[in-house]
């Protein structure tokens, strides 16, 4: 399989980067993307594609289940999330944070592992104490996809307020120049559910 990679950078050269060459070009000067995308490291959800954008547009950080940990700093620990995100407002100065869940999350999944299951992913374990208040929230759901359901959306909302916790991101959101946004992508049906923060729900963008 790993043919495939190599393959495809000598054809994406050849046909897509030949195509539109100026575009490309063009992006050497330096990048202006207009939205930090947070989203979970899930190989079926392409930012790019589901947002319809372009190379420049999006500056992204993927990880297990899109989380963005709480503000903390001196903790000494490597902040991945945490730098993109300081990158992305106070340096590159995004008009939006876009915080994407999605269903069928094996990240959110794995919330309900069995110790023995979750003890050989020891950075995920880890990782997922994070999100653990949403195992406790959701695991009195019986039916079991709606439980998933509702852990993948509370997580976004949760994410929402993580962001908040920064207060580079505070700031500029009360001062009404960075958007927030949450949404949830339904994977069979390409269907995307905006977060209504006044409504406190999900609604479908149409
Ligand atoms: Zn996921």
């Not at 790019?48 to 999006?58: F, M, Q, V």
């Not at 997580?155 to 009360?174: A, C, G, H, M, S």
Request: hydrophobic content about 40%; some cysteine.
């Amino acid at each position: 399989m790993a043919r495939k990679l190599f393959e495809g950078v000598v054809n994406f050269k050849k046909e897509d980067f030949e195509k539109n060459k100026n575009f490309f070009q063009g992006l050497k000067d330096g990048q202006k993307p207009h939205t930090f995308y947070i989203g979970c490291s899930d190989s079926r959800i392409v930012p790019n594609l589901i947002t319809k954008t372009l190379p420049g547009e999006l500056f992204v950080v993927r990880n297990i289940a899109n989380i963005v940990p709480p503000y903390e700093i001196n903790d000494g620990t490597y902040k991945c999330t945490a730098s993109a995100l300081e990158y992305a407002v106070k340096y590159l100065n995004v008009n939006n944070i876009l915080v994407c869940g999605h269903s069928n999350c094996g990240g959110l999944k794995a919330l309900f592992y069995d110790e023995e299951k979750l003890s050989q992913l020891v950075f995920v374990k880890k990782w997922l104490e994070l999100v653990k208040d949403i195992k406790e929230k959701v695991q009195d759901i019986e039916d079991i996809k709606l439980r998933e359901w509702e852990a993948e959306q509370l997580n976004v909302i949760k994410q929402l307020d993580n962001l908040l916790t920064y207060p580079f991101v505070r700031e500029k959101v009360e001062k009404g120049e960075l958007n927030l946004i949450g949404w949830y992508y339904i994977i069979e049906t390409a269907e995307v559910y905006n977060y209504n923060f006044e409504k406190n729900e999900f609604e479908l963008i149409n």
